[in-house]
């Protein structure tokens, strides 16, 4: 059984920051690169972020260069959203996931994904 558990959703106003975390069991992702996507009422979901299994490579998308930073704690199992100067458009469930390949993950593809931790930024 694999989980994957995102934390620390919620509502913040325009200009806020928030740190999700999405805390993987059931599996040892030291050879996996991890990402975080979301996807708002009425689109699809689309890809955020992502980092490789030494961390040593991210990609982002556009929309959230300079102001998301992902993260990972292998010891823990664990990776890290830190989003800064949020927008009402960044309002979405955010997913947490992951796969062997980095490319794979920055393609949308994934092995496991998490259940989602809603984040709203008012206006």
């Known amino acids: 059984q694999v989980d994957l558990v995102e934390t620390g959703g919620g509502l913040v106003q325009a200009g806020g920051s928030l740190r999700l975390s999405c805390a993987a069991s059931?599996?040892?992702?030291?050879?996996?690169?991890m990402g975080w996507f979301r996807q708002a009422p009425g689109k699809e979901r689309e890809f955020v972020t992502a980092?490789?299994?030494?961390?040593?490579?991210?990609y982002y998308a556009d929309s959230v260069k300079g102001r998301f930073t992902i993260s990972r704690d292998s010891a823990k199992n664990t990776v890290y959203l830190q989003m800064n100067s949020l927008k009402p458009e960044d309002t979405a469930v955010y997913y947490c996931?992951?796969?062997?390949?980095?490319?794979?993950?920055?393609?949308?593809?994934?092995?496991?994904w998490g259940q989602g931790t809603q984040v709203t930024v008012s206006s």
């Open positions: 996931a992951t796969h062997p390949s980095l490319d794979a993950l920055v393609d949308s593809r994934a092995n496991y």
């Open positions: 059931g599996h040892t992702f030291d050879n996996y690169a």
């Open positions: 980092v490789s299994w030494t961390g040593s490579s991210t």
